[in-house]
């Protein structure tokens, strides 16, 4: 296992469209997070997942948001709607238990 | 409200000199903390942690320093290298959470002259 990948690496859409996001954690990873980071900004934490349970959800994550998490493996990200507000670096990480979270290379959205 | 809080957007250091960066919190929960190293259109990198039950915690040439009392960290790199050129971000988690999610700072740019 090579890492956290994520897809894909960029993605231009045109607002209002639907766009979806995939990350694939660490196997053994039992926890997954998705975090958002702007221009001169560290990452803003969005929601995370414990197997395939979603546990918390950030308040900045509006209803237009959405994420899963089927069987506890991959995850994806789906924002409907979008507004050039959501243009964004959204990270994604895994971690088993306590412990540092080793990061996906992240997927860059621009709406325009 | 910014809960970690990273003051120097950015630092210039001569190749083989000490770096310093600098990482001040305001929430008490917290009690582990990481650095993170980010090289531009890559996701960040973790660089060493420490839990609030220690002071120091060395790793190479990085060491971080904690002092609970005033909730602030540092990170030192000795020597630098023009290759440790990168944003650096201080990240704070509450384990009493369970969640581990974890609070960054807006990063500091360090650039490594030759």
């Known amino acids: 296992d090579t890492g956290v990948s994520q897809n894909p690496r960029h993605k231009i859409t045109k607002r209002g469209q639907n766009v979806t996001f995939r990350c694939d954690p660490i196997s053994e990873h039992n926890r997954l997070y998705w975090y958002r980071q702007t221009l001169g900004q560290g990452p803003e934490f969005l929601t995370y997942?414990?197997?395939?349970?979603?546990?918390?959800k950030s308040r900045l994550l509006s209803d237009r948001f959405s994420a899963e998490r089927p069987k506890g493996s991959f995850s994806t990200l789906e924002i409907q709607r979008t507004e050039q507000g959501d243009s964004a670096m959204y990270l994604c990480?895994?971690?088993f238990g306590q412990g540092s979270y080793t990061f996906g290379s992240g997927t860059r959205l621009t709406v325009v | 409200d910014q809960q970690v809080k990273q003051n120097s957007p950015s630092l210039s250091v001569q190749e083989g000199r000490i770096s310093i960066l600098n990482c001040d919190y305001t929430?008490?929960?917290?009690?582990?903390f990481l650095w993170y190293k980010k090289y531009p259109a890559e996701g960040p990198t973790f660089l060493i942690s420490?839990?609030?039950?220690?002071d120091k915690n060395e790793d190479g040439r990085f060491t971080v320093f904690l002092n609970k009392s005033a909730k602030h960290l540092s990170l030192h790199i000795v020597p630098s290298q023009p290759g440790d050129s990168a944003v650096y971000f201080c990240a704070a988690s509450d384990s009493g959470g369970s969640n581990y999610k974890l609070t960054f700072g807006k990063g500091t740019l360090l650039t490594v002259n030759p």
């Open positions: 420490i839990s609030s039950i220690k």
């Open positions: 929430n008490s929960m917290f009690d582990y």
């Open positions: 990480a895994s971690s």
């Open positions: 997942f414990q197997n395939e349970a979603q546990l918390e």
